[in-house]
Protein backbone atom coordinates (compact mmCIF):
# COMPACT_ATOMS: atom_id res chain seq x y z
CA UNK A 1 0.00 0.00 0.00
CA UNK A 2 1.53 3.35 -0.74
CA UNK A 3 0.03 6.92 -0.23
CA UNK A 4 0.58 9.19 -3.39
CA UNK A 5 0.71 13.14 -2.29
CA UNK A 6 0.19 15.72 -5.14
CA UNK A 7 1.57 18.91 -5.58
CA UNK A 8 -1.83 20.70 -4.39
CA UNK A 9 -1.27 18.74 -0.71
CA UNK A 10 -4.16 15.81 -1.92
CA UNK A 11 -2.81 12.08 -0.68
CA UNK A 12 -4.87 9.14 -1.84
CA UNK A 13 -3.86 5.52 -1.40
CA UNK A 14 -2.50 3.67 -3.91
CA UNK A 15 -2.70 -0.64 -3.27
CA UNK A 16 -0.74 -2.72 -5.59
CA UNK A 17 -1.83 -6.25 -6.85
CA UNK A 18 0.91 -8.89 -8.22
CA UNK A 19 0.16 -10.40 -11.56
CA UNK A 20 3.02 -11.85 -12.63
CA UNK A 21 2.34 -15.23 -12.01
CA UNK A 22 -1.49 -14.26 -13.56
CA UNK A 23 -2.21 -14.98 -17.40
CA UNK A 24 -3.41 -12.17 -19.28
CA UNK A 25 -7.04 -13.18 -19.19
CA UNK A 26 -6.72 -13.46 -15.49
CA UNK A 27 -5.24 -9.87 -15.44
CA UNK A 28 -8.17 -8.63 -17.55
CA UNK A 29 -10.82 -10.28 -15.23
CA UNK A 30 -9.22 -9.13 -11.92
CA UNK A 31 -8.81 -5.61 -13.64
CA UNK A 32 -13.00 -5.66 -14.90
CA UNK A 33 -13.90 -7.11 -11.13
CA UNK A 34 -11.96 -4.60 -9.04
CA UNK A 35 -13.47 -1.85 -11.81
CA UNK A 36 -16.93 -2.84 -9.99
CA UNK A 37 -16.05 -0.95 -6.82
CA UNK A 38 -14.92 2.21 -9.04
CA UNK A 39 -18.25 2.30 -10.33
CA UNK A 40 -19.81 1.88 -6.62
CA UNK A 41 -19.90 4.92 -4.54
CA UNK A 42 -21.65 4.20 -0.69
CA UNK A 43 -20.64 5.92 2.76
CA UNK A 44 -19.88 2.49 4.20
CA UNK A 45 -17.55 1.29 1.34
CA UNK A 46 -14.10 2.63 0.57
CA UNK A 47 -13.80 4.49 -2.45
CA UNK A 48 -12.36 3.85 -5.35
CA UNK A 49 -10.90 6.21 -8.14
CA UNK A 50 -9.30 3.95 -10.51
CA UNK A 51 -7.68 0.67 -11.36
CA UNK A 52 -4.51 0.53 -13.71
CA UNK A 53 -1.90 -1.56 -14.82
CA UNK A 54 1.66 -1.16 -14.33
CA UNK A 55 3.49 -2.83 -16.64
CA UNK A 56 7.12 -1.99 -15.14
CA UNK A 57 6.17 -3.53 -11.99
CA UNK A 58 3.38 -6.09 -13.08
CA UNK A 59 0.80 -4.77 -10.45
CA UNK A 60 -2.82 -4.13 -10.66
CA UNK A 61 -2.88 -0.87 -8.99
CA UNK A 62 -6.29 0.41 -7.01
CA UNK A 63 -6.52 4.33 -6.32
CA UNK A 64 -8.60 4.56 -3.91
CA UNK A 65 -9.85 7.17 -0.97
CA UNK A 66 -7.24 7.25 1.99
CA UNK A 67 -8.68 7.17 4.86
CA UNK A 68 -6.74 8.14 8.45
CA UNK A 69 -9.50 7.51 10.93
CA UNK A 70 -7.95 4.11 11.76
CA UNK A 71 -9.92 0.77 11.80
CA UNK A 72 -12.66 -0.89 14.06
CA UNK A 73 -9.80 -3.33 15.28
CA UNK A 74 -7.42 -0.35 16.81
CA UNK A 75 -10.34 1.33 18.23
CA UNK A 76 -11.41 -1.46 19.99
CA UNK A 77 -7.95 -2.28 21.24
CA UNK A 78 -7.44 0.90 22.28
CA UNK A 79 -10.95 0.71 24.51
CA UNK A 80 -9.62 -2.20 26.40
CA UNK A 81 -6.53 -0.81 27.11
CA UNK A 82 -4.06 -3.27 25.19
CA UNK A 83 -4.10 -1.58 22.03
CA UNK A 84 -0.24 -0.91 22.02
CA UNK A 85 0.13 -5.24 22.31
CA UNK A 86 -1.29 -5.32 18.79
CA UNK A 87 1.32 -4.83 16.14
CA UNK A 88 2.87 -8.14 17.52
CA UNK A 89 -0.21 -10.15 17.39
CA UNK A 90 -1.70 -9.12 14.49
CA UNK A 91 -3.60 -11.71 12.57
CA UNK A 92 -2.63 -12.99 9.64
CA UNK A 93 -5.06 -13.31 6.58
CA UNK A 94 -4.90 -16.05 4.34
CA UNK A 95 -4.01 -14.66 0.61
CA UNK A 96 -6.29 -14.72 -2.32
CA UNK A 97 -6.69 -17.96 -4.28
CA UNK A 98 -4.28 -17.29 -7.54
CA UNK A 99 -5.80 -18.54 -10.62
CA UNK A 100 -3.27 -21.15 -11.14
CA UNK A 101 -3.53 -22.90 -7.54
CA UNK A 102 -4.83 -22.42 -4.24
CA UNK A 103 -4.67 -20.27 -1.35
CA UNK A 104 -1.51 -19.87 1.14
CA UNK A 105 -1.69 -20.02 4.29
CA UNK A 106 0.53 -17.06 6.31
CA UNK A 107 2.56 -17.72 9.10
CA UNK A 108 2.04 -15.61 12.12
CA UNK A 109 0.87 -15.87 16.05
CA UNK A 110 -3.04 -15.51 16.47
CA UNK A 111 -4.62 -13.39 19.39
CA UNK A 112 -5.95 -15.19 22.68
CA UNK A 113 -9.05 -13.77 24.69
CA UNK A 114 -7.10 -11.65 27.11
CA UNK A 115 -8.69 -8.53 26.15
CA UNK A 116 -11.18 -7.41 29.46
CA UNK A 117 -13.70 -4.96 27.30
CA UNK A 118 -13.93 -3.49 24.20
CA UNK A 119 -16.41 -1.07 22.57
CA UNK A 120 -19.80 -0.38 24.42
CA UNK A 121 -23.03 -2.44 23.12
CA UNK A 122 -24.10 1.17 21.15
CA UNK A 123 -21.24 2.02 19.64
CA UNK A 124 -20.47 -1.33 18.36
CA UNK A 125 -24.14 -1.63 17.40
CA UNK A 126 -23.98 1.84 15.31
CA UNK A 127 -20.65 0.87 13.48
CA UNK A 128 -22.55 -3.12 12.60
CA UNK A 129 -25.13 -0.75 11.35
CA UNK A 130 -22.67 0.48 9.14
CA UNK A 131 -21.00 -2.34 7.57
CA UNK A 132 -24.73 -4.38 7.14
CA UNK A 133 -25.07 -1.29 4.87
CA UNK A 134 -22.43 -1.76 2.60
CA UNK A 135 -22.55 -6.10 2.06
CA UNK A 136 -26.22 -5.39 2.13
CA UNK A 137 -25.38 -3.29 -0.96
CA UNK A 138 -22.41 -5.29 -2.11
CA UNK A 139 -24.46 -8.22 -1.92
CA UNK A 140 -26.87 -7.39 -4.14
CA UNK A 141 -24.63 -6.68 -6.52
CA UNK A 142 -23.49 -10.13 -6.39
CA UNK A 143 -20.18 -9.84 -4.71
CA UNK A 144 -18.85 -11.54 -1.72
CA UNK A 145 -16.28 -10.22 0.73
CA UNK A 146 -14.77 -12.90 2.18
CA UNK A 147 -12.58 -11.16 4.71
CA UNK A 148 -14.87 -8.97 7.20
CA UNK A 149 -13.06 -8.13 9.99
CA UNK A 150 -12.47 -5.05 12.30
CA UNK A 151 -8.88 -4.53 10.89
CA UNK A 152 -10.76 -4.31 7.27
CA UNK A 153 -13.24 -1.30 8.34
CA UNK A 154 -11.50 1.89 8.74
CA UNK A 155 -13.49 5.00 10.13
CA UNK A 156 -13.96 8.19 8.93
CA UNK A 157 -12.31 11.50 10.25
CA UNK A 158 -14.84 12.05 13.00
CA UNK A 159 -15.24 8.86 13.15
CA UNK A 160 -19.17 9.00 12.15
CA UNK A 161 -18.70 6.71 9.30
CA UNK A 162 -17.22 2.94 9.34
CA UNK A 163 -16.32 1.71 5.75
CA UNK A 164 -15.44 -1.68 4.12
CA UNK A 165 -12.34 -1.82 2.70
CA UNK A 166 -10.17 -4.31 1.25
CA UNK A 167 -11.74 -6.60 -1.72
CA UNK A 168 -8.39 -8.75 -2.69
CA UNK A 169 -10.20 -11.47 -1.45
CA UNK A 170 -13.82 -10.32 -2.66
CA UNK A 171 -15.64 -13.00 -5.55
CA UNK A 172 -18.53 -12.55 -7.78
CA UNK A 173 -21.57 -15.02 -7.49
CA UNK A 174 -23.09 -16.48 -10.00
CA UNK A 175 -25.46 -14.22 -10.59
CA UNK A 176 -26.16 -10.69 -8.97
CA UNK A 177 -29.64 -11.86 -8.76
CA UNK A 178 -29.03 -15.32 -7.08
CA UNK A 179 -26.79 -13.16 -4.42
CA UNK A 180 -29.98 -11.93 -2.66
CA UNK A 181 -30.79 -15.60 -2.02
CA UNK A 182 -28.81 -17.79 1.07
CA UNK A 183 -27.85 -20.31 -1.34
CA UNK A 184 -26.36 -17.66 -3.86
CA UNK A 185 -22.64 -19.16 -5.09
CA UNK A 186 -19.49 -17.86 -5.47
CA UNK A 187 -18.24 -17.90 -9.32
CA UNK A 188 -14.91 -19.64 -7.65
CA UNK A 189 -14.66 -23.08 -7.19
CA UNK A 190 -14.34 -24.27 -3.31
CA UNK A 191 -11.19 -22.54 -1.61
CA UNK A 192 -9.82 -21.92 1.48
CA UNK A 193 -10.16 -17.66 1.45
CA UNK A 194 -10.31 -15.09 4.34
CA UNK A 195 -9.02 -15.10 7.69
CA UNK A 196 -8.95 -18.18 9.72
CA UNK A 197 -10.83 -16.79 12.62
CA UNK A 198 -13.23 -14.99 10.93
CA UNK A 199 -14.31 -17.43 8.23
CA UNK A 200 -17.67 -19.69 8.36
CA UNK A 201 -17.08 -23.48 9.03
CA UNK A 202 -18.19 -23.74 5.50
CA UNK A 203 -15.43 -21.93 4.31
CA UNK A 204 -12.85 -23.77 6.92
CA UNK A 205 -13.85 -27.28 5.75
CA UNK A 206 -14.88 -26.26 2.11
CA UNK A 207 -17.83 -28.47 2.01
CA UNK A 208 -19.90 -26.53 -0.75
CA UNK A 209 -19.02 -23.18 -2.63
CA UNK A 210 -19.00 -19.76 -1.29
CA UNK A 211 -21.92 -17.69 -0.36
CA UNK A 212 -22.75 -14.30 0.94
CA UNK A 213 -23.69 -16.05 4.55
CA UNK A 214 -20.08 -16.84 5.14
CA UNK A 215 -19.73 -12.69 5.14
CA UNK A 216 -23.03 -12.78 7.51
CA UNK A 217 -20.69 -15.28 9.40
CA UNK A 218 -17.55 -13.47 9.88
CA UNK A 219 -19.70 -10.11 10.53
CA UNK A 220 -20.69 -11.88 14.13
CA UNK A 221 -17.46 -12.81 14.87
CA UNK A 222 -16.40 -8.91 13.83
CA UNK A 223 -19.06 -7.82 16.54
CA UNK A 224 -17.59 -10.15 19.13
CA UNK A 225 -13.98 -8.88 18.58
CA UNK A 226 -15.26 -5.25 19.25
CA UNK A 227 -16.78 -6.11 22.49
CA UNK A 228 -14.31 -7.98 23.61
CA UNK A 229 -11.79 -5.12 22.85
CA UNK A 230 -10.43 -6.56 19.55
CA UNK A 231 -9.80 -10.48 20.24
CA UNK A 232 -12.09 -13.12 18.21
CA UNK A 233 -14.63 -15.67 20.81
CA UNK A 234 -12.41 -18.49 20.03
CA UNK A 235 -9.97 -19.69 22.62
CA UNK A 236 -5.95 -19.11 22.00
CA UNK A 237 -3.84 -21.21 19.95
CA UNK A 238 -0.36 -21.83 19.16
CA UNK A 239 -0.38 -21.63 15.37
CA UNK A 240 -3.04 -20.88 12.48
CA UNK A 241 -3.00 -24.79 12.00
CA UNK A 242 -4.06 -25.42 15.08
CA UNK A 243 -6.73 -22.80 14.94
CA UNK A 244 -7.57 -24.34 11.71
CA UNK A 245 -8.21 -28.08 12.94
CA UNK A 246 -10.23 -26.55 15.91
CA UNK A 247 -12.82 -24.95 13.51
CA UNK A 248 -12.88 -27.56 11.05
CA UNK A 249 -14.29 -29.67 14.09
CA UNK A 250 -18.22 -30.28 13.89
CA UNK A 251 -18.81 -29.01 17.21
CA UNK A 252 -16.69 -26.01 16.96
CA UNK A 253 -18.69 -22.84 18.11
CA UNK A 254 -17.59 -19.11 18.83
CA UNK A 255 -18.01 -18.16 22.43
CA UNK A 256 -20.54 -15.30 22.84
CA UNK A 257 -18.66 -12.26 24.64
CA UNK A 258 -19.96 -12.28 28.91
CA UNK A 259 -22.16 -9.78 29.85
CA UNK A 260 -24.06 -8.66 26.58
CA UNK A 261 -27.44 -8.07 25.96
CA UNK A 262 -30.22 -10.71 25.36
CA UNK A 263 -30.74 -8.41 22.19
CA UNK A 264 -27.10 -9.13 20.72
CA UNK A 265 -27.12 -12.78 22.20
CA UNK A 266 -29.75 -13.19 19.83
CA UNK A 267 -28.55 -11.57 16.74
CA UNK A 268 -24.94 -13.64 17.24
CA UNK A 269 -27.21 -16.93 17.00
CA UNK A 270 -28.51 -15.93 13.61
CA UNK A 271 -24.80 -14.94 12.10
CA UNK A 272 -23.54 -18.01 13.61
CA UNK A 273 -26.24 -20.37 12.29
CA UNK A 274 -23.86 -23.63 11.24
CA UNK A 275 -26.58 -24.06 8.40
CA UNK A 276 -25.57 -21.15 5.73
CA UNK A 277 -28.84 -21.50 4.35
CA UNK A 278 -30.65 -20.91 7.52
CA UNK A 279 -27.94 -18.08 8.68
CA UNK A 280 -29.74 -14.53 8.44
CA UNK A 281 -29.05 -12.26 5.45
CA UNK A 282 -27.85 -8.37 5.81
CA UNK A 283 -31.31 -7.52 4.83
CA UNK A 284 -33.22 -9.46 7.91
CA UNK A 285 -30.37 -8.55 10.32
CA UNK A 286 -30.65 -4.92 9.00
CA UNK A 287 -34.95 -5.72 10.53
CA UNK A 288 -33.00 -6.92 13.96
CA UNK A 289 -34.37 -5.74 17.12
CA UNK A 290 -30.53 -5.32 18.70
CA UNK A 291 -29.42 -2.45 15.94
CA UNK A 292 -33.15 -1.05 16.02
CA UNK A 293 -32.81 -0.44 19.95
CA UNK A 294 -29.19 -0.27 20.70
CA UNK A 295 -28.41 2.37 17.89
CA UNK A 296 -27.04 5.62 18.96
CA UNK A 297 -28.46 8.99 18.13
CA UNK A 298 -26.34 11.01 16.31
CA UNK A 299 -25.77 13.55 19.22
CA UNK A 300 -24.93 10.54 21.43
CA UNK A 301 -22.82 9.45 19.04
CA UNK A 302 -20.58 12.33 18.47
CA UNK A 303 -20.25 12.79 22.37
CA UNK A 304 -19.09 9.22 22.53
CA UNK A 305 -16.28 9.27 19.93
CA UNK A 306 -15.24 12.43 21.13
CA UNK A 307 -14.51 10.78 24.33
CA UNK A 308 -12.10 8.49 22.29
CA UNK A 309 -9.61 11.07 21.19
CA UNK A 310 -9.01 13.14 18.46
CA UNK A 311 -8.71 11.87 14.35
CA UNK A 312 -7.06 12.33 11.81
CA UNK A 313 -8.54 14.07 8.54
CA UNK A 314 -9.80 12.26 4.83
CA UNK A 315 -8.76 14.57 2.17
CA UNK A 316 -11.00 14.52 -0.88
CA UNK A 317 -11.00 14.77 -4.33
CA UNK A 318 -12.71 18.34 -3.93
CA UNK A 319 -9.26 19.84 -2.43
CA UNK A 320 -7.75 19.62 -5.67
CA UNK A 321 -4.79 18.10 -7.44
CA UNK A 322 -6.38 15.21 -8.60
CA UNK A 323 -7.12 14.40 -12.65
CA UNK A 324 -7.03 10.95 -12.45
CA UNK A 325 -4.33 8.40 -13.27
CA UNK A 326 -3.53 9.44 -16.56
CA UNK A 327 -2.35 12.57 -14.89
CA UNK A 328 0.34 10.71 -12.71
CA UNK A 329 2.09 9.01 -15.57
CA UNK A 330 5.16 11.28 -15.66
CA UNK A 331 5.67 11.06 -11.40
CA UNK A 332 3.70 13.99 -10.89
CA UNK A 333 3.03 13.38 -7.12
CA UNK A 334 5.20 11.92 -3.80
CA UNK A 335 5.22 8.20 -3.29
CA UNK A 336 5.82 6.28 0.28
CA UNK A 337 5.00 3.40 1.82
CA UNK A 338 2.20 2.95 3.88
Same mark, same amino acid.
Given at each position: ?????????????????????????????????? /????????????EHYAVTYDAGSSCL???????????????????????????????????????????????????????????????????????????????????????????????????????????????????????????????????????? @????????????????????????????????????????? /????????? @????????????????????????????????????????????????????? @???????? /????? /??????????????????????????
Amino acid at each position: MYQAVFPGGLAIAIKEVDVKQHSPEAVTKLAAFF /EHFVRLQHPNIIEHYAVTYDAGSSCLQQWMELVKGGSLHRLARKASGIESQAASRAATPISRKSTDGDGDIGGGGLWSNDATAGLSEPVVAEYTLHILSGLAVLHNLGIVHRDIKGSNVLLSDDRRQARIIDFDSATLCATAASAKEKSSTSSDPPSVVGTP @LWMAPEIVTMKGACTTAADVWSLGITVAELIDGGSPPWPAF /ENTWSAMLH @LASTNARPRVPVGVSTELYSFLAQCWDPDPVRRATTAELLEHPWLQCRCLSPS @LFNRSMRS /EGQCS /EVQSLASGGWEGPSSVGNGSFARREV
